[in-house]
């Protein structure tokens, strides 16, 4: 049985930075796609990051390009969204997903959910 377990996130000032982590347990990360969501109040849950399973291909939302960065540690087995300069406008619940998709297909078995909330 596959499971993503979610830690991470909270209250961070504008500026500043979080880093989220998805273990994955059930099966090998370096066979899985791994994605990042986030869902705001009152929004539909958007792709942020996205990151292949053998290739290490990756795609970003425009909105988080060049502040967020996706990465896996295929021997903790765990994925990470590290989360740089962040903006009011970031805060919302963060999802982790996993399959064996492509970047843009979405993940079929889903992490908890963790608050970040980006306030001062």
């Known amino acids: 049985q596959v499971q993503l377990v979610q830690s991470g996130g909270g209250l961070v000032q504008p500026g500043g930075s979080l880093r989220l982590s998805c273990a994955v347990s059930g099966t090998r990360l370096v066979l899985y796609t791994m994605a990042w969501y986030r869902q705001a109040p009152g929004n539909e849950r958007e792709l942020l990051a996205a990151l292949s399973g053998e290739s290490s291909n990756t795609k970003y939302a425009d909105s988080v390009k060049g502040r967020f960065t996706i990465s896996k540690d295929n021997g903790k087995n765990t994925a990470y969204l590290q989360m740089n300069n962040l903006k009011p406008e970031d805060t919302g619940v963060y999802y982790c997903?996993?399959?064996?998709?492509?970047?843009?297909?979405?993940?079929?078995?889903w992490g908890q959910g963790t608050q970040v909330t980006v306030s001062s």
């Open positions: 997903g996993g399959g064996f998709g492509s970047l843009t297909d979405t993940p079929s078995y």
